[in-house]
């Protein structure tokens, strides 16, 4: 496959799964405003935090509001990682390799490049209650991954797909919980109390994680949670699934079966087998806040290692 | 009573196509025109609308270089199509194939032996100094002798029905993607009159263009690309709809390499060599070792590889030499030289610039002329002498005086009308007509063609980039 196309592919669902991440942000800030007293309803900063964008948000902006940042999470053109920016990236993507894909999953995409635009023009983020809005596009992204599953073929490209789409995936669960865990904590006073119970449901609920949640530990408790969304093995959104599913796709790529092929393949799988055998426990004692900082650094090294094996035009001269 | 009265329909003295000058309906059209009397103008309405939204959501969109941003267009396509009766189209045919012979001979001639220069059927600086003529090209011969791959030639219809060879367009003529495509939604807006008409299907099209490419491999290994610019280009659509349905790569310059004149594609899993090109990018732009320089579209060496047989242009470089306007003057004495055969199809009666005694009579008759300029296409550096200002004719006639080699002059052609859906009901509109021919083994061309037509009123101009549209355009037998 032309290095091109495994990168566009690549990028293509890495968008569109980050538009999906902040399109349930959002929704699920949104709720929590209309659930929790006043005085612990700012959702919007830790979540632009979460989103790793607050640099750029107050360079553009003074002050913090609900509209402002639905604003520039959801529309902003000038925000590179907004929804608005996402899908127009992810449908560029698609279009620059209209002849790899089907025709199902180009109308799909395109039609969610339509809907992002209308939402510009109308101005959504003005309305009261904007949550259609993200409804939409987390149903659109949900159908996105569906077409792909059913008609694509797993090809490079499938799997260059679904490397994007996990680790991006795995890089806005580790960021969520960083930042959650660490307001949710400090305030041994709430614990057990229906506040504290809701801001924890709505974390699992930002990365779709709460029926599953429930189902396997019941009760609500941070160290569970942050294991569930770290190390579980069954949940497709933990980092754990996401690195090894991805880690599998790397292999399925080069065809190697046994240690690794490349350079994406060796990070991949420290990583991979670190998670494996790590203990929540251990993982709180010497720090979440570090350990998920050091995860942030493995996930850049092996992006960076992909692009150098696999998307880089002057490597892959050189292979004959 | 019939729902959609065409009482106050007026030809204005043009050719129509779908009606006699009595107003009778033409008998290929009467199927046609029985379907939609029984729909009355709000269901045609209704199906005019979702056809945009079709166009939308299949992503058959265009660039337009003017709008700030590229914005995104779609070619609006009108519903009420474009019929051709099959004998028309046979007469069609066989004028096309002796044309596409004779000047595939031609630019073999041109670049080899020089024969027609040396009987003096040319004016040899008409070609030698023609900016089209590519001295890089000198001694090619290319496999099976074939330049011209693939063709898109512009027909119109005058005012008395005649049908005329307006140009040729034997470099990379776009818009088949538009037939095919129109085609399949048709077929979803009439499904009742295919049924009933016998329509010669189109859909062999991609089929023949990928046969025809692979009958060209230098090495039989079949590996086809299609060389697109890029998606900021203005026919990105066709070029990606044509690589999906061949299943062949769609690959920009940057995607090559060539190394020890051989072309590669860049893949994740190294080099990976490349035998037929169908390029989308124009000559000037595909080498810049050997043509423009500054070009960032193109691959260094890919012209030496072509040169030593080691990979397959299509169409071949240099082709727009037969496709001046100058040149297309001289046709029917090209036809003849070649193949001994009067022309079938006949040229619109041209003045070339660079004769003295041509010159002047378009001098002074400016303003009923259309003047063209010899290296320009897409509707671009034209003057429509009854349309024009004392100005712009002026200016024209400067540019003449200067530069006269640059120049033809025609009559202003009455394109031919078909009734079209306006805000204002149905009414007619003027078209032209571009079938395809594909050049491998033989020559084969699609029963069926992109009608453009000029959706202003009044207006002549039908290029895309100008406020053109488009029809389907139906070749039946059964009337």
Not at chain 1, 79 to 97: H, K, L
Not at chain 1, 227 to 249: G, N, Q, T, V, Y
Not at chain 1, 271 to 296: F, N, P, R, T, V
């Amino acid at each position: 496959m032309l290095s091109r196309v495994a990168d566009a592919m690549y990028w293509m669902t890495r968008y569109v799964e980050r538009a999906e991440n902040y399109a349930r942000f959002m929704d699920v800030s949104f709720n929590l405003t209309l659930e929790l007293p006043h005085h612990i309803s700012d959702q919007w900063q830790p979540l632009v935090v979460t989103t790793g964008d607050w640099d750029l948000y107050q360079l553009m902006n003074k002050t913090i509001d609900k509209q402002k940042v639905i604003y520039f999470l959801g529309f902003d053109p000038k925000n590179p990682n907004s929804i608005y920016n996402c899908i127009i990236n992810a449908r560029e993507n698609a279009r620059s390799i209209r002849p790899e894909i089907t025709k199902e999953l180009w109308e799909q995409i395109n039609y969610m490049f339509y809907f992002v635009k209308n939402g510009l023009q109308k101005k959504v983020w003005q309305k009261k209650d904007p949550r259609a809005f993200f409804e939409e596009i987390k149903k659109g992204s949900q159908l996105f991954w569906g077409i792909i599953d059913a008609t694509i073929s797993r090809t490079e490209g499938w799997h260059f797909g679904r490397i994007g789409k996990l680790l991006e995936r795995a890089d806005k669960t580790s960021r969520i919980l960083d930042v959650k865990y660490h307001m949710l904590l400090p305030s041994p006073t709430d614990v057990g109390t229906p506040v504290d119970i809701i801001q924890w449901a709505a974390l699992l609920k930002s990365v779709s994680a709460y029926d599953m949640y429930r189902k396997k530990n019941g009760k609500l408790t941070p160290a569970r949670i942050a294991s569930f969304l770290i190390l579980d093995k069954e949940f497709p959104r933990s980092m754990l699934r996401c690195i090894s599913h991805a880690s599998l796709s790397l292999k399925m790529i080069s065809g190697s079966g046994y240690g690794y092929a490349n350079a994406a393949e060796k990070e991949i799988g420290i990583l991979e087998s670190q998670l494996e055998y790590a203990d929540i426990h251990d993982i709180i004692a010497s720090g979440l806040h570090e350990y998920l900082d050091a995860l942030q650094i493995k996930l850049n090294n092996i992006h960076s290692a992909i692009f150098e094996s696999f998307f880089s035009m002057e490597n892959n001269c050189s292979k004959m | 009573m019939p729902k959609i009265s065409f009482e106050n329909y007026d030809a204005e003295g043009f050719f129509d196509e779908m009606f006699e000058s009595d107003k009778q309906v033409k008998s290929h059209y009467a199927l046609f025109y029985d379907r939609i009397q029984k729909m009355g103008i709000k269901k045609l309405n209704i199906l005019q609308h979702s056809t945009d939204r079709v166009q939308l959501s299949l992503g058959m969109t265009f660039n337009v270089y003017s709008d700030n941003q590229g914005i995104e267009r779609i070619l609006h396509l009108d519903i009420i199509p474009r019929i051709i009766s099959g004998e028309d189209w046979d007469y069609l045919e066989k004028g096309l194939k002796q044309r596409i012979y004779a000047l595939n001979m031609f630019i073999d001639d041109i670049y080899n032996d020089q024969k027609i220069l040396k009987d003096k059927v040319i004016p040899k600086e008409l070609i030698l100094g023609s900016q089209t003529y590519l001295k890089q090209c000198i001694g090619l011969k290319p496999p099976k002798d074939v330049w011209v791959h693939i063709t898109g030639s512009d027909i119109i219809r005058g005012a008395d029905g005649g049908y005329h060879v307006l140009e040729d367009n034997l470099r990379c003529p776009s818009g088949v993607s538009y037939m095919l495509e129109n085609r399949e939604i048709l077929k979803r807006t009439f499904p009742e009159v295919f049924e009933q008409l016998s329509v010669r299907p189109v859909m062999n099209y991609t089929h023949n263009l990928r046969d025809m490419l692979e009958s060209l491999s230098p090495t039989g290994d079949n590996s086809i690309a299609v060389l697109t610019p890029g998606i900021y280009n203005s026919a990105y659509f066709e070029h990606a709809y044509l690589a999906q349905q061949m299943g062949a790569e769609l690959v920009e310059g940057r995607d090559l390499v060539v190394k020890n004149d051989i072309v590669y594609k860049i893949t994740t899993k190294g080099l990976k060599r490349i035998d037929v090109i169908y390029r989308r990018i124009d000559d000037d732009f595909i080498d810049p070792e050997v043509f423009r320089p500054d070009s960032l579209l193109g691959t260094p060496g890919l012209f030496k590889a072509y040169m030593k047989g080691n990979v397959v242009l299509v169409n071949a470089p240099g082709t727009g030499v037969a496709d001046d306007k100058a040149v297309y003057a001289y046709v029917p004495e090209i036809i003849k030289y070649y193949l001994g055969e009067d022309m079938l199809l006949p040229n619109v009666q041209t003045y070339i610039c660079d004769r003295a005694d041509e010159r002047q009579y378009v001098i002074e008759n400016i303003d009923k002329l259309v003047i063209k300029q010899t290296d320009a296409s897409g509707g671009y550096g034209m003057l429509i002498g009854p349309k024009s200002t004392i100005e712009e004719q002026k200016e024209f006639v400067e540019k003449i005086k200067k530069n006269p080699r640059n120049y033809i002059a025609q009559p202003t052609i009455n394109l031919s009308r078909v009734p079209t859906l306006t805000d204002d009901g149905i009414e007619g509109r003027h078209v032209d007509l571009r079938p395809y021919i594909l050049y491998g083994n033989e020559i084969k061309i699609t029963p069926g063609a992109l009608t453009r037509v000029a959706l202003k009123k009044g207006s002549l101009v039908v290029n895309s980039s100008q406020g053109g549209g488009s029809k389907d355009t139906w070749i039946v037998d059964n009337i």
